[in-house]
């Protein structure tokens, strides 16, 4: 909508919703190993991807403006790319993020926890893996800690989960058939709760929100986590 894209014909919003759930959709052969847990009402990189060629042949080939996809999806990326406000949110929000966590005064908070952490990490981790496979935290087991410790906000609500989640994992070459890209590792999780820290937008030292935020994750989740696990 910012960058000027729907129209009242060929790409409204009720359009663009029906291709955010045709780009979501994975199909199954024999050959195509199934994903893992991913973030509910998301988009993977490449089904990101998707969207925009669906987007771009809706607003633009189907219109006649142009004569294939190609020039659809260039057209559709000039759009999007003179929107400097779309281009400065992109930016900057995971720049801020990450300029703000890698400091002493957050890495001195994460050490203090790091024991307890690991252990809520394990314990909280793995339910929907595999048999015998790595344990590895996916995005609803990263929502239900952050909802067991009671921290969303006005400004933080629970529907921002995913994204803190997003903001928290690295970047992986193969979306498509690496699971990793899914789940979440322990320091990936370590970013993830420093992400939800972030997004609580407090106004004060990002360490000063991580420090409650922490405490509230290690009362609630630890003794949750044990009791799963021997039950």
């Given at each position: 909508?910012a960058?000027?894209i729907?129209?009242d014909?060929?790409?409204r919003?009720a359009?663009?919703?029906?291709?955010?759930?045709?780009?979501?959709?994975r199909?199954?052969?024999?050959?195509?190993?199934?994903?893992?847990?991913?973030?509910?009402?998301?988009?993977?990189?490449?089904?990101?991807?998707?969207?925009?060629?669906?987007?771009?042949?809706?607003?633009?080939?189907?219109?006649?403006e142009v004569?294939?996809?190609?020039?659809?999806?260039?057209?559709?990326?000039?759009?999007?790319?003179?929107?400097?406000?779309?281009?400065?949110?992109?930016?900057?929000?995971l720049k801020?993020?990450?300029q703000?966590f890698?400091?002493?005064?957050?890495?001195?908070?994460?050490?203090?926890?790091?024991?307890?952490?690991?252990?809520?990490?394990?314990?909280?981790?793995?339910?929907?893996?595999?048999?015998g496979?790595?344990?590895?935290?996916?995005?609803?087991?990263?929502?239900?800690v952050?909802?067991?410790?009671?921290a969303?906000?006005?400004?933080?609500?629970?529907?921002?989960?995913?994204?803190?989640?997003?903001l928290?994992?690295?970047?992986?070459?193969?979306?498509?058939?690496?699971?990793?890209?899914?789940k979440?590792s322990?320091?990936?999780?370590?970013?993830g709760l420093?992400?939800?820290?972030?997004?609580?937008?407090?106004?004060?030292?990002?360490?000063?929100?991580?420090?409650?935020?922490?405490?509230?994750?290690?009362?609630?989740?630890?003794?949750?986590g044990?009791?799963?696990?021997?039950a």
């Amino acid at each position: 909508s910012a960058a000027g894209i729907v129209d009242d014909r060929y790409c409204r919003l009720a359009d663009l919703d029906t291709m955010f759930i045709a780009a979501r959709v994975r199909e199954k052969t024999p050959g195509m190993r199934p994903f893992a847990v991913k973030a509910s009402d998301t988009l993977l990189r490449f089904q990101f991807l998707e969207l925009l060629l669906r987007v771009a042949m809706a607003r633009y080939a189907k219109t006649g403006e142009v004569a294939n996809a190609a020039m659809a999806v260039e057209k559709l990326f000039d759009k999007l790319l003179s929107s400097s406000e779309i281009v400065q949110r992109g930016n900057k929000e995971l720049k801020n993020f990450l300029q703000l966590f890698h400091t002493e005064s957050c890495d001195a908070v994460l050490k203090s926890h790091e024991s307890l952490l690991r252990s809520i990490y394990g314990c909280n981790s793995g339910r929907f893996d595999a048999p015998g496979s790595e344990r590895q935290m996916s995005a609803k087991e990263f929502e239900d800690v952050l909802a067991d410790a009671d921290a969303f906000t006005e400004v933080f609500p629970q529907r921002e989960a995913m994204y803190a989640f997003a903001l928290g994992l690295q970047l992986y070459p193969d979306e498509l058939y690496d699971v990793s890209s899914t789940k979440m590792s322990f320091l990936e999780f370590l970013h993830g709760l420093g992400a939800a820290a972030y997004l609580r937008r407090e106004g004060v030292p990002l360490a000063a929100t991580l420090e409650p935020l922490l405490a509230r994750v290690a009362s609630s989740r630890l003794l949750t986590g044990m009791l799963r696990m021997l039950a």
